[in-house]
């Protein structure tokens, strides 16, 4: 079986700052990992993901992950916050590496909050 | 393209109604899931379909709820009938069979059932 934790609900940084947002997953095959965000009132929108290429995953509005297999993580970050990073946030792992069906397990979500 | 699009976006009801949902996946997607969330039990997986056929629906919560894949393009979520505790956002998302890594997710509809 497969699982995700996100590890903090709400995260608050000011702007311009360090962004980390944490995701730990357990998985008894190789996974798929992502990160999705939702801003308010809308559904959820692809930021990156990790598909066994390289580590170390660019995706968009500066953010980035990267997946470390000897601590099952996949924490997202970003060196400068703005404003409008605020949002919730979604790790999310695959079970392609399984049933090969593409289902996506969801993380609690952490909602990022960035002060002036 | 449009990407996914649901409706209605918001649906108030009263307890014992019957709701609909609709959502007309992204064209050539061959995958359609149906996802709730909620502030207790967040995202969570309802249904999927593979070409209109319905592969899992382990994650549909009781026999009132019921969804259906008529055609490529549209799809139903039906909870007849409804109760207060079904009150959540509902989401569909749909993916290429060739691109098996990433799901298109759609606006969502806000049901408020009172």
């Known amino acids: 079986a497969q699982s995700v934790t996100q590890l903090g609900s709400h995260v608050s940084v000011s702007e311009g700052a360090l962004v980390l947002l944490r995701c730990n997953y357990s998985?008894?095959?190789?996974?798929?990992l992502f990160w999705y965000v939702q801003y308010p009132n809308q559904g959820l929108q692809l930021l990156l993901k990790y598909t066994s290429a390289a580590t170390l995953v660019k995706g968009i509005n500066g953010f980035e992950a990267e997946f470390k297999k000897s601590e099952t993580s996949f924490h997202l970050t970003k060196p400068s916050a703005h404003m409008s990073d605020a949002a919730e946030y979604f790790c999310?792992?695959?079970?392609?590496?399984?049933?090969?069906?593409?289902?996506?397990?969801f993380g609690q979500g952490t909602t990022l909050q960035v002060k002036p | 393209d449009a990407g996914v699009i649901q409706s209605p976006r918001h649906e108030v009801t009263e307890m014992g109604q019957e709701v609909t949902l609709r959502c007309k996946p992204i064209?050539?997607?061959?995958?359609l899931f149906w996802y709730r969330q909620t502030m207790m039990r967040g995202l969570e997986l309802l249904i999927y379909f593979n070409n209109n056929v319905p592969i899992d629906d382990s994650g549909m919560p009781e026999d009132r709820f019921s969804a259906k894949m008529p055609n490529a393009s549209f799809s139903t979520l039906k909870i007849q009938p409804s109760e207060p505790r079904d009150s959540a956002v509902y989401f569909c998302?749909?993916?290429?069979?060739?691109?098996?890594?990433?799901?298109?997710f759609g606006p969502g509809t806000r049901l408020l059932v009172l």
């Open positions: 064209s050539g997607h061959d995958y």
């Open positions: 999310a792992v695959s079970d392609l590496g399984s049933s090969n069906t593409g289902k996506l397990i």
């Open positions: 998985s008894s095959v190789p996974p798929y």
């Open positions: 998302a749909s993916r290429p069979q060739g691109n098996q890594e990433t799901q298109y």
